[in-house]
């Protein structure tokens, strides 16, 4: 059974760190490209990092130079350090692994409010 878990999330005021972590179950994590997403109320689910099987990394535009994307593939772990928060972070926080198959997690909530 494909299991993807996402933690970290909470509330964090502006300006403020926070990291997301993805564990990985039943899949061959190494062979899978990993990413983290996330949606509003109203929004679609937009992409905001990922990192390919080789390393290899991409960002959206409104989070290059604050977050970070990592992979561990000896613990199936996925991470995505978030810097400088600002309110319009506020989101639920997907993770995605992508190969043959697509896989999501159940979410995490990200608040950033003073």
């Known amino acids: 059974q494909v ?24 899949i061959a994590f190494k062979e899978f490209h990993m990413s983290w997403h996330r949606q509003t109320p109203g929004k679609e689910r937009e992409l905001v990092a990922v990192i390919g099987r080789n390393g290899g990394t991409n960002y959206d535009d409104s989070v290059k130079g604050r977050f970070t994307i990592t992979r561990v593939d000896s613990t199936n772990t996925v991470y995505l350090q978030m810097n400088s928060l600002k309110s319009e972070d506020t989101a639920v926080y997907y993770c995605n692994a992508l190969a043959d198959s697509a896989y999501w997690g159940q979410g995490t909530q990200v608040t950033v409010s003073s």
């Open 3 to 26: 299991q993807l878990v996402e933690s970290g999330g909470g509330l964090v005021q502006p300006g403020g760190s926070l990291r997301l972590a993805c564990v990985a179950h039943g």
